[in-house]
């Protein structure tokens, strides 16, 4: 009788052990996962930078450069999730004159 409860103490502890592990694991699997939650609003993809370019307005239209930048940075266009935004911008020239008189 002795060994036979003995036997199943340690069985019964041996589940329980189990048990615990396996509760103890799905805590982790959880806790990682709301961890990546968390950090899911603070990433973002490269973003589309515009600035005038060093020419003038021609013809009803200004040069842009346009640069897919993370960071400050430049990446590769691939990294800009968004539509690249167009070249050009709409301009109108203006001469002005000043008379010296």
């Given at each position: 009788?002795?060994e036979r409860g003995a036997a199943k ?19 982790m699997r959880r ?71």
């Open positions: 009788g002795g103490l340690a069985a019964a502890n041996d589940d329980v052990s189990t048990e615990r592990a396996a509760k103890r694991c799905a805590m806790a990682s996962h709301l961890a990546l939650l968390l950090l899911a609003p603070y990433t973002h993809a490269a973003d589309w930078l515009t600035r005038w370019d060093d020419g003038e307005c021609v013809s009803g239209a200004r040069g842009l450069d346009v640069l897919c930048v993370d960071d400050d940075l430049r990446v590769d266009e691939s990294n800009c999730a968004a539509t690249r935004p167009a070249p050009t911008v709409a301009c109108t020239a203006t001469t002005v004159y000043i008379d010296a008189a």
